[in-house]
């Protein structure tokens, strides 16, 4: 795949180059998108996904990015 690239002024630092688009345009397509459950071919994936969004979102010892370290 080639990368297109622009020149954007930086502060400081005059122009520099910067990374362009890096997708395809349109729109997703099948009836598949946004089913996870058929995306995973084991149980046990399923149930490691599962484990893996509630520890992000409701253990006390780790936290996310947004997140914060102490509470309010």
Do not use: C, D, I
Not at 2 to 8: M, S
Not at 42 to 47: D, G, I, P, W
Not at 65 to 70: A, H, K
Request: cysteine-free; overall charge positive; proline content about 7%.
């Amino acid at each position: 795949m080639e990368y297109e690239f622009e020149k954007k002024p930086a502060p400081g630092r005059g122009e520099v180059k910067v990374l362009g688009k890096t997708y395809e345009e349109g729109l997703p397509e099948g009836e598949e998108m946004g089913k996870w459950r058929q995306k995973l071919p084991s149980r046990a994936e399923k149930l490691k996904y599962l484990r893996n969004g509630e520890r992000y979102w409701f253990s006390k010892e780790w936290f996310g990015s947004e997140r914060r370290r102490t509470p309010a």
